[in-house]
């Protein structure tokens, strides 16, 4: 006779369908996207627990159920398995901030730099992809780590 316990490795298996836990990742990771590009979206949207999920959705969800119907600033890129892991949570990713055309234009003055002196980011790279960067957009990198120390690089999207 099995039974759970607070706490016994029981209670962490989980017991539903793969199918689900791939579009309950992949529905929250779209939405800490859209979150991050600036969208309006609701903080109980990407806090829905798994159990949650699958309660609305079921085992095996309808994708018409799923669609999220957003206009886009940037082409989408459909490839769900990008999808499964946000990937500006990763632990060796540093921390990216887009600047405003505001805090650009006060950056290059300052370091007296053209955008295109700046270090490169290629609009196809994840973290550009991610944030929906376009062409000239400059992001702030924070590096943060044992082996890097604390430091500040710029990067302008090409």
Known sequence: MEIDRPGCMNS???QG???SHRYFLARRTVLEMLRDRGYSVPAEE???TLDGFRSDYG???NLKRLSLSYSLPSPPYNKITELLVNITKHVLKPRHDVLTEEEKQKLLKKYNVEDSQLPRML???AVARYYGLQKG???KVTYDGELTRSHVTYRCIM
């Open 59 to 61: 085992e095996s969800p």
């Open 17 to 19: 369908s793969v199918e």
């Open 123 to 125: 609009e196809t790279d």
């Open 46 to 48: 990407i806090n829905l």
């Open 12 to 14: 962490f298996v989980d």
């Open 137 to 139: 957009q400059v992001v």
